[in-house]
């Protein structure tokens, strides 16, 4: 049922950051950290991972897997940035359409019941 949660979050993680402008009232770093938080954990050296999870199809995970990669590369070339600095990249449209795309792909199957075992979900979110 863990996956389940996990799989849940990584929706919420996607829906909360599909505009990234609010997102950044704290700054870039928190910004990243909020994705490392709610979807995609932080692993040696800083970068972010999409850990196997059975809770996952393998079109959620087809989709989540380019903004993963997106992530780390915007982290990495955007490392001490100001917010206005971010905003002026091209890496918050990147990561918002990447994530909208897999937030797409994942509301479609629904969300999962975070109490009970499922096969598949039962819910909308």
């Known amino acids: 049922m863990t996956q389940q949660v996990i799989r849940n979050n990584i929706a919420r993680t996607l ?54 990669d997106a992530l780390n590369a915007a982290w990495a070339e955007t490392d001490g940035m100001s917010a206005d600095e971010f905003l002026s990249t091209a890496w918050p449209s990147r990561i918002s359409q990447l994530a909208g795309t897999a937030h797409s792909v994942m509301l479609a199957r629904g ?3 975070e109490t009970d075992e499922e096969l598949e979900p039962s819910d909308d979110f």
Do not use: I
């Not at 950044?24 to 910004?31: I, M, P, Q, R």
């Open 111 to 113: 969300c999962f019941s």
């Open 15 to 68: 829906a909360a950051n599909l505009d990234v402008e609010p997102n950044l009232a704290w700054g870039v770093d928190e910004y990243f950290e909020m994705w490392g938080d709610g979807a995609f954990p932080w692993v040696d050296g800083g970068n972010f991972t999409l850990h196997r999870n059975g809770a996952l199809n393998k079109d959620e995970r087809q989709a989540l897997l380019p903004l993963v």
